[in-house]
């Protein structure tokens, strides 16, 4: 079956520490996406990348990090220096960056940190 | 400034009809999108406009019009499934998506 997987499901860290969520998906798409999802808010963008070895900054990319080294996989780290990191983050592809072509989501992760 | 605008939360009736409106005020359109979130899942897609008009899928109809900025997605025969959170989302000129703060909809018996 086709899909995104993100993992874990929930995850726990203590201030101060990185920590880095997978994302991997086998729908051959170009473009994949990291967005957080906070209570009341619309989802935000951190950062996206329409092709291998090549990612864009989103709107509130501070004190996150990424990687597009495999068309498959677009890994996001959580850095010490990202002021408010507890939220749920869900990752996203899309055939292409194209505005026409719909993105689908993983099941999201959920950051909490301690 | 840009903006998604959709009511926080609606109330309806298990076999009754539904309307969730989203405003938007962009720079530039180039499309908005309607997806389903149940609580603590991934969104998925149900809709996609990009010209003014009515799109009808099965139970769910979505409705544009670019010159008033306004989109509503329509819920008929619901079904106590279809409680969930309706994310609307817009494509500005630069290709951005921005997303609203979603409606949650509670279905009743």
């Known amino acids: 079956d086709g899909g995104i997987t993100q993992s874990p499901k929930y995850l726990f860290r203590k201030e101060g520490q990185n920590v880095t969520l997978s994302c991997e998906q086998n729908?051959?798409?170009?473009?994949m996406y990291w967005y957080r999802q906070d209570p009341g808010q619309g989802l935000r963008l951190i950062y996206y990348?329409?092709?291998?070895?090549?990612?864009q900054k989103g709107d509130i990319a501070e004190g996150y990090s990424v990687s597009r080294e495999k068309k498959e996989s677009f890994p996001l780290t959580v850095t010490s220096a990202q002021k408010n990191p507890t939220a749920f983050y869900l990752c996203?592809?899309?055939?292409?960056?194209?505005?026409?072509?719909?993105?689908?989501f993983g099941p999201g992760t959920r950051l909490t940190v301690l | 400034g840009q903006n998604i605008d959709q009511p926080t939360e609606m109330t309806a009736t298990e076999g009754a009809i539904v309307q969730i409106n989203c405003t938007y005020q962009?720079?530039?359109?180039?499309?908005l999108f309607w997806y389903q979130q149940h609580a603590g899942e991934a969104p998925t897609f149900l809709s996609y406009?990009?010209l003014d008009g009515l799109e009808e899928k099965g139970r769910f109809s979505s409705f544009l019009s670019r010159s008033k900025g306004y989109s509503y997605l329509l819920l008929k025969e619901l079904q106590m499934k279809d409680s969930a959170s309706y994310l609307c989302?817009?494509?500005?000129?630069?290709?951005?998506?921005?997303w609203g703060a979603g409606t949650k909809l509670i279905i009743k018996p």
């Open positions: 962009t720079s530039g359109f180039n499309g």
């Open positions: 996203a592809s899309s055939i292409t960056g194209q505005p026409y072509n719909e993105q689908f």
């Open positions: 406009n990009v």
């Open positions: 990348s329409q092709i291998v070895n090549d990612f």
């Open positions: 989302a817009g494509y500005d000129s630069n290709y951005q998506l921005i």
């Open positions: 729908l051959n798409h170009d473009a």
